[in-house]
Nanobody
Framework: QVQLVESGGGLVQAGGSLRLSCAAS????????VGWFRQAPGTEREFVAA?????HYADSVKGRFIIWRDNAKNTVNLQMNSLNPEDTAVYYC????????????????WGQGTQVTVSS
């Protein structure tokens, strides 16, 4: 398994932007598919975006969020634009061998999460 650390969360007003970063330690990230998921209080963890052979986005973030790899820094990043209060959640990155999928059950390595709060 690969160890993951998220960064970049915080508090932002509606309409603002944040960039999350997921860093891998001990392994080269480029050989893994990486996904971003989020979980708001009282809800199940839901898919946001994933990269690895394919790029997938949840319908709720298409056109607003962008996922990409920075191989030089060994990170996978998530640019989040036009944020709204419904985007408030703890955001997790996860990694798996193979191609990107949209199910959290397919991912075996998880970070600790970073809080994103969007105020109205």
């Amino acid at each position: 398994q690969v160890q993951l650390v998220e960064s970049g969360g915080g508090l932002v007003q509606a309409g603002g932007s944040l960039r999350l970063s997921c860093a891998a330690s001990g392994r080269t990230f480029s050989s893994y598919a990486v996904g971003w998921f989020r979980q708001a209080p009282g809800t199940e963890r839901e898919f946001v975006a994933a990269i690895g052979g394919y790029i997938h986005y949840a319908d709720s973030v298409k056109g607003r969020f962008i996922i990409w790899r920075d191989n030089a820094k060994n990170t996978v990043n998530l640019q989040m634009n036009s944020l709204n209060p419904e985007d408030t959640a703890v955001y997790y990155c996860a990694a798996r061998s193979g191609i990107a999928t949209m199910s959290p059950r397919d991912f075996g390595s998880w970070g600790q999460g970073t809080q994103v709060t969007v105020s109205s």
